[in-house]
């Protein structure tokens, strides 16, 4: 299956070789570009693309705020969203993931990697495995917002295992990271938690970090590593 692909980035020089570089792969092809985050939610709703690449500082709408639009648009469920900038900074990564996008990488990042990133976040995975982004979730998306909690119902219909998961899923580990710690199969803890995310209609793994967060099922530690949870 082709993956199909929109950019949205303000240097049209930037677009033309990230397009370069994505289109030279065999599953994946570049279908628009847009300029400006307005143009972005335009253009994902005319296309339908599996991944938008955003950037976050861009004319007339930044990246973050067309992220939220897309995100909260049930119709545009199935496009996820990469914010690939120049800034990265702990602010940024936490507003990009709390505005729903998937994942969040650096324009140093090289063309294989890119290509491998859009493919993760595609397949509903996210790029938050690093040690470093662990402690980074667990410090910022453990502060409580403006965001509307999660329905209780939601959350009754985990089973006592697939909240184990979501916790899991939390502190960044990957399904195979998973099934060592709790030496499961790695089918079995996907399918666990697929079935967490479509129980908390949860978009894909950053979302269901985010709710694991605000709703308790994950904590950050005093020291903000999620790694060590109580």
Do not use: W
Request: aromatic fraction near 4%; charge should be negative.
């Amino acid at each position: 299956m082709t993956l199909r692909v929109l950019l949205a980035d303000d240097q049209a020089l930037l677009r033309g070789a990230f397009r370069m570089l994505l289109d030279s792969a065999d599953d994946i092809t570049v279908v628009g570009e847009a300029g400006d985050g307005r143009e972005a939610v335009r253009l994902t709703r005319a296309l339908r693309p599996d991944v938008v690449v955003m950037d976050i500082r861009m004319p007339e709408v930044d990246g973050l705020t067309a992220t939220s639009e897309i995100c909260a648009d049930p119709e545009l469920r199935a496009s996820r969203i990469l914010i690939l900038t120049t800034y990265e900074t702990d602010e940024y990564v936490a507003q990009a993931l709390r505005a729903g996008a998937g994942g969040f990488i650096g324009k140093g990042i090289g063309a294989e990697d890119l290509a491998e990133a859009v493919r993760t976040i595609a397949a509903g995975d996210t790029l938050l495995s690093p040690a470093a982004t662990r402690s980074l979730v667990a410090r910022f998306l453990a502060t409580p917002d403006n965001a509307a909690p999660y329905r209780p119902e939601l959350l009754a219909a985990l089973t006592p295992r697939e909240r184990e998961m979501v916790a899991l899923v939390a502190t960044g580990l990957s399904n195979q990271e998973i099934a060592e710690r709790m030496f499961l199969s790695p089918f079995t803890v996907r399918a666990h938690v697929q079935r967490a995310m479509t129980k908390l209609e949860a978009r894909d793994r950053a979302q269901l970090v985010v709710i694991a967060y605000r709703t308790g099922l994950a904590h950050a530690a005093p020291d903000g590593d999620p790694d060590r949870m109580p």
